[in-house]
């Protein structure tokens, strides 16, 4: 079992749609959480970091943690076209780990 | 401030040849990162480096994969006797101590023939 799971998509939604990415993680002591975005040939950039439970928004992204079901997930409200991108969901495991663990990757399409 | 720098942006070799990938961090993140991401794949981590302690090398796939930090700054990432698996980018990423937010570089794309 990989230690983060994504949905590779692709998943498409229409302009002004919301955007819904899911990602679950096996160590459940699990205690960091991100979202990086990672355009075509370029690195990823971090959008979102939530450590709690329950929802953490920042303009049209919300960052959904549920610790109990080992499931994060973010939404993205509005979407619009230079949301495409592939969204990459990492996780800090427990223990001490210095690494984060990151998922395949969700490919977002927004169409005009 | 700048962001992390990383160089040469792209490298082709051939089978068998060593290679240098270099890294120089953000000013004052004490914490640097290596990973590697084949097509398609996700980020695999390589290793880590915080400060002046030794470096956490239980990502490195193989003895061919060294890294060296300098003066705690600029990382540079050896692969000797390269093969066509090796082929991938290589990002290095950097954090301030005691924040777990990561922040990339361009990474170095490398095509081994």
């Known amino acids: 079992q990989k230690e983060v799971e994504q949905n590779s998509g692709p998943l498409s939604v229409p302009e002004g749609a919301i955007a819904s990415l899911n990602c679950t993680y096996s160590?459940?002591?699990?205690?960091?959480f991100f979202w990086y975005r990672q355009y075509s040939g370029k690195s990823p950039e971090l959008i979102m970091f939530?450590?709690?439970?329950g929802d953490k928004e920042d303009g049209r992204f919300t960052a959904q943690l549920n610790k109990a079901s080992q499931y994060v997930s973010l939404l993205i409200r509005d979407s619009q076209p230079s949301d495409s991108a592939t969204y990459l969901c990492?996780?800090?495991?427990?223990?001490?780990?210095?690494?984060?663990?990151f998922g395949t990757g969700t490919r977002l399409t927004v169409i005009p | 401030g700048a962001g992390v720098s990383q160089s040469p942006s792209n490298k082709v070799t051939e089978k068998g040849k060593d290679v240098e990938l270099r890294c120089d961090p953000i000013s004052g993140h004490t914490a640097l990162y290596w990973y590697r991401q084949s097509l398609g794949q996700g980020l695999e981590f390589l290793i880590y480096?915080?400060?002046?302690?030794?470096?956490?090398k239980s990502g490195l796939p193989s003895d061919r994969f060294s890294a060296e930090r300098t003066g705690g700054s600029v990382s540079t990432l050896t692969i000797q006797r390269t093969q066509q698996e090796d082929s991938a980018v290589y990002l290095c990423?950097?954090?301030?101590?005691?924040?777990?937010?990561?922040?990339f570089g361009p990474g170095t794309r490398l095509t081994v023939l």
């Open positions: 160590d459940r002591g699990s205690q960091s």
């Open positions: 990423a950097s954090s301030r101590q005691g924040t777990d937010t990561q922040y």
């Open positions: 480096f915080q400060g002046n302690s030794a470096p956490d």
């Open positions: 990492a996780v800090r495991p427990a223990g001490g780990a210095n690494n984060l663990f």
């Open positions: 939530i450590y709690s439970n």
